[in-house]
């Protein structure tokens, strides 16, 4: 049913369900900005702010509402007339985007995860079922065609991408839990040379390598870190994930 995505570049879903990207930059930051409100009105001044950052070029109205009557054609277009039909409003203060329930990657992402907590305790199984969807929801950077136009849509892709780190960990944390050891090794081996410095990561990977026997490793795992982080830092890692060690080490035992 998702329709509209910002998981990745921003792109619209048509009829028969293949991805389509917006012509134009300024059309799909327009898009970007209307999606990220949530079908709440953005005014014309924050649109211009965001679509020109350097500035709204002359007969800036004009300019914007041609971008507006542009971008009602290409949904118009993409998703059917039936479909497309009245999907911006306008108002005295601005526009805004219709969006269903479901069509918005984005939005699909947040409920998944939120089912999963809700059953991570009583059925972990569903839950790490429910988180993968999730992730595979994830086409690449957030907004990756049109961050860099703005602070706002910057500073929503971070947030974006922080939830999506924060989420994998639950998902490999899940998974540790359900003694699927060796499926996760992998996966944190890539994504603690990704994200060198994230803790939590490393505690995850420590603990899965300690239950699979692999000690010497999880301790050659440390060992890497702790010289960056007082390299680089000048600090030492976290009690939590030396106890992590020392669990490894010592019985290969420890929650996740």
């Not at 990207?21 to 924050?46: H, S």
């Not at 830092?233 to 010592?250: H, I, Y």
Request: with cysteine; hydrophobic share 40%.
């Amino acid at each position: 049913m998702v329709c509209f995505r910002v998981l990745g570049a921003v792109g619209v879903l048509d009829a028969e369900g293949e991805q389509v990207e917006v012509p134009g930059e300024l059309r799909r930051v327009m898009l970007a900005m209307l999606l990220l409100n949530g079908g709440k009105v953005v005014p014309r001044e924050q649109l211009a702010e965001e679509m020109w950052p350097d500035g709204t070029p002359e007969h800036g109205v004009n300019a914007l509402q041609a971008h507006v009557v542009r971008l009602r054609h290409d949904l118009d277009r993409l998703l059917g007339v039936g479909q497309g039909k009245r999907r911006i409003g306008t108002n005295r203060f601005g526009y805004s985007l219709r969006v269903e329930s479901g069509e918005l990657d984005l939005d699909v992402f947040d409920s998944l995860c939120a089912e999963s907590r809700e059953l991570s305790e009583s059925d972990p199984a569903t839950a790490s079922d429910m988180l993968l969807r999730a992730l595979e929801l994830w086409r690449g950077p957030a907004l990756a065609d049109v961050r860099e136009r703005s602070p706002r849509l910057y500073a929503a892709a971070v947030r974006a991408e922080e939830h999506h780190t924060l989420v994998l960990e639950e998902f490999i944390s899940l998974n540790i839990r359900m003694g699927n050891y060796d499926g996760v090794i992998g996966r944190l081996k890539a994504l603690t040379a990704r994200y060198p410095h994230r803790e939590r990561l490393f505690e995850q990977l420590i603990t899965a390598l300690g239950r699979t026997g692999r000690k010497v490793e999880a301790a050659n795992v440390f060992r890497r870190l702790r010289a960056e982080l007082v390299a680089e830092f000048g600090v030492e890692p976290s009690p939590t994930l030396s106890r992590r060690v020392q669990e490894a080490l010592d019985q290969g035992s420890g929650d996740s």
